[in-house]
């Protein structure tokens, strides 16, 4: 009897397969996650390295000005924000054992007006693993990135090479789908190269207002404000909570609310005016699924997947958007 693709079998033979294909992604994370990083950084530098071949710069000394590009805002990267991490890592006990002090005034205040919270669910957060030794993990894991970047680099050229031969395979495809994939590619990549720069000002000026108070580490705040701005919705908050909580261990809750509404201000100012104007209408996923898929890539890749949510949900979308069977998953994804 042959397997029909309207029985429950089928569904589950589907779901079966989808599961087993997810797990090996995790469990090769460790590869994918580079190369992924890899093909976003070809993405952002594919328009510099085709505007050097117009010029008629040679392919060979395009790539080596492009290797050098890369190696020096790696190298940037990590002499600005390596020593801040390590030292960070280290103090970890001392702001928790301050916060922890923190909050006890704070629940012993309340007490004072008869106020009732659950003190020991509260106090209990610092004593295993507190929101400090969290984000100092977090940060670590993303310093462990570094460690991939020759390998990034190298298949960054290698994808910058075949991309000049890329237009002239596909002209001798009649696939629909190829041409439809490039097409959203464009989106894919005007969306990257347009959140780069609004994510740098989100950076710079976290950076600068961070100084001006006096807040410790302002150069790694202002560099996790600007990665975490990548990550729709919810990262521009996420990205406040390690500089306000350094800003109420270092100074006084009067200095983190000051902090907090810097952060607001910012993000209201850049997120919510400036961002809509240039993006336009964004690239047509639903603002759920924007949510989701930072939960879903986030589990399966890890920060990296969080980073990379909204391009790898429209290059799902894409492929999905390609098959007739499943064109309607694609249209739920949509807005």
Do not use: C
């Not at 909050?103 to 106020?115: E, K, P, S, V």
């Not at 696939?175 to 959140?195: A, G, P, R, T």
Request: no cysteine.
């Amino acid at each position: 009897m042959s397997l029909s693709k309207h029985t429950v079998g089928y569904g589950v033979m589907v779901m079966a397969a989808v599961v087993i294909v997810l797990a090996g992604i995790k469990a090769a994370s460790v590869i994918i996650v580079p190369f992924l990083l890899a093909f976003f950084l070809a993405i952002i530098l594919a328009p510099l390295f085709l505007w050097l071949k117009k010029k008629k710069v040679p392919q060979g000394i395009a790539l080596l000005l492009i290797v050098i590009l890369l190696f020096a805002s790696i190298s940037t990267l990590v002499i600005l924000i390596g020593t801040s991490v390590q030292d960070f890592t280290q103090n970890v006990p001392t702001y928790e054992a301050k916060l922890r002090t923190d909050f006890q005034n704070l629940l012993a205040l309340l007490d004072n007006y008869n106020i009732k919270v659950p003190k020991e669910d509260i106090l209990s957060i610092f004593a295993t693993n507190s929101v400090m030794e969290y984000i100092a993990k977090t940060l670590k894991s993303l310093g462990g990135l570094m460690t991939n970047s020759f390998m990034i680099i190298i298949t960054v050229l290698f994808m910058l090479m075949e991309i000049s031969q890329f237009s002239r395979k596909l002209e001798r495809t009649n696939s629909n789908s190829l041409h439809s994939f490039i097409k959203v590619s464009d989106n894919i990549k005007h969306f990257i190269l347009l959140k780069s720069m609004t994510s740098a000002a989100t950076g710079i000026f976290v950076t600068v207002a961070l100084k001006v108070l006096g807040v410790d580490y302002a150069i790694l705040w202002g560099v996790v404000a600007f990665l975490l701005n990548f990550i729709p919705n919810i990262g521009s908050i996420i990205a406040a909570v390690p500089a306000v909580l350094m800003a109420l261990v270092q100074f006084d809750p009067g200095t983190a609310l000051a902090v907090t509404g810097i952060y607001v201000a910012i993000n209201i100012t850049i997120g919510s005016i400036i961002e809509p104007r240039i993006m336009g209408e964004g690239l047509g996923i639903s603002t759920l699924v924007v949510f989701l898929s930072l939960i879903f890539w986030g589990w399966l890749l890890g920060p990296v997947g969080m980073l990379l949510s909204v391009p790898l949900t429209i290059m799902l979308k894409i492929a999905l958007d390609a098959k007739e069977d499943t064109k309607w998953i694609a249209t739920l994804l949509g807005n």
